[in-house]
Protein backbone atom coordinates (compact mmCIF):
# COMPACT_ATOMS: atom_id res chain seq x y z
CA UNK A 1 0.00 0.00 0.00
CA UNK A 2 1.38 3.25 -0.93
CA UNK A 3 1.58 5.69 2.29
CA UNK A 4 -2.10 7.75 2.35
CA UNK A 5 -3.29 5.71 -0.61
CA UNK A 6 -5.81 2.87 0.15
CA UNK A 7 -5.84 -0.08 -1.39
CA UNK A 8 -9.12 -1.52 -2.03
CA UNK A 9 -9.50 -5.03 -3.12
CA UNK A 10 -11.84 -7.41 -5.39
CA UNK A 11 -13.22 -9.91 -3.67
CA UNK A 12 -15.61 -11.33 -6.24
CA UNK A 13 -12.79 -12.59 -8.49
CA UNK A 14 -12.05 -15.92 -10.76
CA UNK A 15 -9.41 -18.22 -9.30
CA UNK A 16 -8.46 -21.26 -11.28
CA UNK A 17 -6.84 -23.97 -8.63
CA UNK A 18 -9.51 -24.91 -6.11
CA UNK A 19 -7.99 -28.00 -3.13
CA UNK A 20 -9.61 -30.72 -2.40
CA UNK A 21 -8.98 -30.35 1.29
CA UNK A 22 -10.47 -27.07 1.77
CA UNK A 23 -13.53 -28.03 0.19
CA UNK A 24 -13.76 -30.66 2.87
CA UNK A 25 -13.05 -28.22 5.40
CA UNK A 26 -15.70 -25.47 4.28
CA UNK A 27 -18.75 -27.69 5.28
CA UNK A 28 -16.88 -26.86 8.99
CA UNK A 29 -17.14 -23.50 8.24
CA UNK A 30 -20.28 -23.29 6.35
CA UNK A 31 -21.99 -24.66 9.75
CA UNK A 32 -19.98 -21.79 11.94
CA UNK A 33 -20.69 -18.93 9.32
CA UNK A 34 -24.74 -20.18 8.78
CA UNK A 35 -24.87 -19.97 12.97
CA UNK A 36 -23.23 -16.80 13.53
CA UNK A 37 -25.00 -15.20 10.02
CA UNK A 38 -28.33 -16.94 11.49
CA UNK A 39 -28.03 -15.07 14.64
CA UNK A 40 -26.51 -11.74 13.44
CA UNK A 41 -29.23 -11.60 11.20
CA UNK A 42 -32.11 -11.62 13.78
CA UNK A 43 -30.66 -9.11 15.86
CA UNK A 44 -30.64 -7.23 12.55
CA UNK A 45 -33.68 -7.45 12.30
CA UNK A 46 -34.95 -6.35 15.70
CA UNK A 47 -33.05 -3.51 14.77
CA UNK A 48 -34.23 -2.74 11.67
CA UNK A 49 -37.70 -3.32 13.75
CA UNK A 50 -36.46 -0.56 15.97
CA UNK A 51 -35.20 1.73 13.73
CA UNK A 52 -38.66 1.35 11.44
CA UNK A 53 -40.74 2.82 14.46
CA UNK A 54 -37.61 5.72 15.45
CA UNK A 55 -38.19 6.92 12.17
CA UNK A 56 -41.81 6.89 12.39
CA UNK A 57 -41.86 8.25 15.76
CA UNK A 58 -38.60 10.91 15.11
CA UNK A 59 -38.20 11.16 11.68
CA UNK A 60 -35.09 10.83 12.10
CA UNK A 61 -32.29 7.64 11.72
CA UNK A 62 -30.36 6.16 15.29
CA UNK A 63 -27.17 6.10 14.12
CA UNK A 64 -26.52 2.93 16.18
CA UNK A 65 -29.24 0.96 14.82
CA UNK A 66 -27.81 1.96 11.44
CA UNK A 67 -24.61 1.14 11.84
CA UNK A 68 -25.61 -2.48 13.91
CA UNK A 69 -27.46 -3.24 10.73
CA UNK A 70 -24.46 -2.27 7.64
CA UNK A 71 -22.36 -4.45 10.17
CA UNK A 72 -24.74 -7.78 9.23
CA UNK A 73 -24.64 -6.53 5.49
CA UNK A 74 -20.65 -5.92 5.61
CA UNK A 75 -20.33 -9.94 7.08
CA UNK A 76 -22.77 -11.61 4.76
CA UNK A 77 -20.67 -9.77 1.79
CA UNK A 78 -17.07 -10.68 3.32
CA UNK A 79 -18.30 -14.52 3.83
CA UNK A 80 -19.68 -14.64 0.26
CA UNK A 81 -16.81 -15.50 -1.29
CA UNK A 82 -16.05 -18.07 0.77
CA UNK A 83 -19.53 -19.67 0.87
CA UNK A 84 -20.27 -19.70 -2.27
CA UNK A 85 -17.12 -21.55 -3.74
CA UNK A 86 -15.07 -18.62 -5.15
CA UNK A 87 -12.11 -18.76 -3.27
CA UNK A 88 -10.33 -20.94 -0.72
CA UNK A 89 -8.90 -17.80 1.10
CA UNK A 90 -11.22 -18.47 4.34
CA UNK A 91 -12.99 -15.63 6.23
CA UNK A 92 -12.97 -15.16 9.98
CA UNK A 93 -15.90 -16.75 11.29
CA UNK A 94 -16.57 -13.80 13.39
CA UNK A 95 -17.68 -10.77 12.28
CA UNK A 96 -14.70 -8.27 10.95
CA UNK A 97 -14.66 -4.69 10.50
CA UNK A 98 -14.90 -4.66 6.63
CA UNK A 99 -15.94 -2.03 3.98
CA UNK A 100 -17.93 -2.34 0.65
CA UNK A 101 -17.83 0.05 -1.57
CA UNK A 102 -19.46 0.93 -4.59
CA UNK A 103 -17.57 1.98 -7.73
CA UNK A 104 -19.20 5.12 -9.64
Known amino acids: MTEGIPVHN ?3 TYEHDAGRVELLIRIVYWIAIG ?3 FVYGI ?3 ICLIIQWFYILI ?3 RHESLSNFAKGYLEYIVHVMPYTYLMTDKRPGIMPVPVKVFEES
Open 10 to 12: QIF
Open 35 to 37: IVA
Open 43 to 45: LAT
Open 58 to 60: FGR
